[in-house]
């Protein structure tokens, strides 16, 4: 196992144990962090559809990327890290392509990913 390899199992046992903690089955929050596992590597090699629950308990079906290349306005968007407040652990910022700007969502509220589109093969 390489060190990347071995970084993303305790990223992915770490938010595991978080959503636990929450009070999350056992069961359910391994493959809770699995699912966002898998959605943070496919953002970060192209464009993913996916959804998640809003607050309000709507859905929201997302297009985004993390990936350069995929898109001309995620490419030259000035991302100002100073002015953004720091978000806890289990929560995800991805360029949502229809909006054209960044986005958040809670990992507890990820419901599925619905299709992958891969522009890259590097993280």
């Known amino acids: 196992m390489n060190d990347e390899q071995k970084l993303l199992r305790r990223w992915t046992l770490n938010l595991a144990n978080d959503l636990i903690d ?8 391994f493959k809770q962090a699995h699912l966002c596992r ?3 590597e496919c953002l970060g090699l192209g464009t993913v559809v ?3 629950y809003k ?3 709507t859905v929201r079906r997302a297009r985004g990327t993390l990936c350069k290349g995929v898109s001309k306005d995620f490419d030259h968007y000035e991302y100002k890290t100073e002015h953004q407040k720091e978000n806890p652990f289990n929560v995800f910022t991805y360029y949502d392509l229809d909006a054209t700007g960044f986005r958040t969502f809670d990992a507890t509220r990820l419901r599925r990913i619905i299709e992958t589109t891969i522009k ?3 993280l």
């Open 50 to 52: 996916f959804e998640y």
């Open 120 to 122: 890259s093969k590097s």
């Open 22 to 29: 929450d009070g999350w089955d056992r069961k359910y929050a």
């Open 38 to 40: 898998r959605l943070l």
């Open 55 to 57: 607050k309000d308990g």
